[in-house]
């Protein structure tokens, strides 16, 4: 076969793919390593989903592989080494979820201002319902300039939310802090400024426990946190200490790992740490987008002949697109892609 999905696309982008390439669609691989090598030996590119490692070892039991490609972005579930030497194309929806996520931690703002409104909705009496805050003239955190803080900011200064941020990453005096109207700020400065923290740093394995009492000890007293970075970000039982003694009133993290909160760790049975699975990214929009920047990665790579006039570096840029439309249109040549991206700069 020349494609294998393992992690699902969208119905229209999947028969936009099937009508170029043989196309199979076998989710059950996903957790049968012994069969999914079987299948993987004649395939030309294969979807993943995100807790299926591609190893050096993955790459030798398929000597035909071009593209790896996934729904979702993760920097330690794909060995890009052993890829760029065997020439494979590593593939990733990268802003597909971007407004998604922005759109989640906005929510959750919204939810932990007013947690209130869980209490009304189970019918219980006014005299009974915590008092809600408002999100305007508040102080928000931004702590992480991934993309998604780009999307957030202008989302929060509409509401009259001051914004501080901080990002290991970024030089205080960098143009991009104007730009997203944030006030750079010290860690330390965010965490005593801030009446809630919006977390998306871009994760690294020099970043794990990052999190921990001493950057936590700095809190204002009551702080509200939403995230949707790795939850190895937090020593945990810094995180603990914290939501105990009223540093931080309340959490809610998107995607934390399945061990995070577990019987017998510290944050096992916290009242105030509320946990999701992903919701942050799990939208039909998202969905559309990534599906379709999959399907037209995959058929520019095993259709060469079609794309010979576009260098193959003039792709990076679609990375960055985020359609009006997210279904995007399926029939656009290379140099309309193109020059839809140069419009996007």
């Not at 993760?74 to 990733?92: K, P, W």
């Not at 993309?147 to 509401?159: I, K």
């Not at 009551?222 to 995230?227: I, M």
């Not at 599906?291 to 010979?308: D, F, N």
Request: one cysteine or more; glycine letters at 6%.
């Amino acid at each position: 076969m020349e494609v294998l999905l393992v992690d699902p696309l969208v119905p229209e982008a999947l028969a936009w793919l099937q009508e170029r390439h043989d196309v199979s669609f076998r989710p059950e691989l996903a957790d049968d390593p012994i069969e999914l090598r079987k299948h993987t030996y004649k395939t030309r590119a294969i979807v993943l989903p995100p807790h299926v490692v591609v190893s050096q070892e993955f790459l030798n039991f398929s000597p035909k592989l071009q593209v790896v490609a996934r729904m979702q972005v993760s920097s330690d579930n794909t060995d890009l080494d052993a890829c760029a030497r065997r020439g494979v194309r590593v593939v990733q929806a990268r802003s597909a979820t971007v407004r998604s996520n922005a759109e989640y931690i906005l929510y959750g703002l919204l939810m932990l201002y007013r947690r209130g409104m869980v209490s009304a909705l189970l019918g219980r009496k006014l005299s009974q319902i915590r008092m809600g805050r408002e999100l305007a003239g508040s102080t928000v955190g931004l702590l992480g300039l991934a993309p998604v803080a780009h999307t957030l900011a202008p989302m929060l200064r509409s509401l009259g939310v001051r914004l501080v941020g901080y990002d290991p990453a970024v030089h205080h005096a960098a143009p991009i802090w104007d730009k997203l109207g944030v006030e750079p700020v010290t860690v330390q400065e965010l965490l005593g400024r801030s009446d809630a923290v919006s977390l998306q740093v871009v994760y690294a394995s020099r970043f794990r426990g990052w999190i921990n009492e001493r950057m936590l000890s700095h809190c204002k007293p009551g702080q509200l946190w939403v995230g949707v970075s790795r939850s190895s970000l937090f020593e945990p039982e810094a995180l603990a200490l914290a939501l105990s003694d009223g540093r931080i009133d309340a959490c809610l993290l998107d995607g934390a790992s399945p061990q995070f909160a577990a019987e017998g760790t510290p944050l096992h049975g916290a009242p105030n740490l509320h946990l999701t699975p992903r919701l942050g990214s799990h939208t039909r929009e998202a969905k559309l987008r990534a599906s379709w920047y999959v399907a037209h990665r995959i058929h520019e790579t095993l259709a060469p002949s079609i794309h010979r006039d576009v260098p193959q570096s003039d792709f990076s840029a679609l990375d960055s697109l985020d359609f009006a439309d997210p279904e995007g249109p399926p029939s656009m040549t290379p140099s309309q892609w193109e020059t839809v991206a140069e419009q996007k700069r």
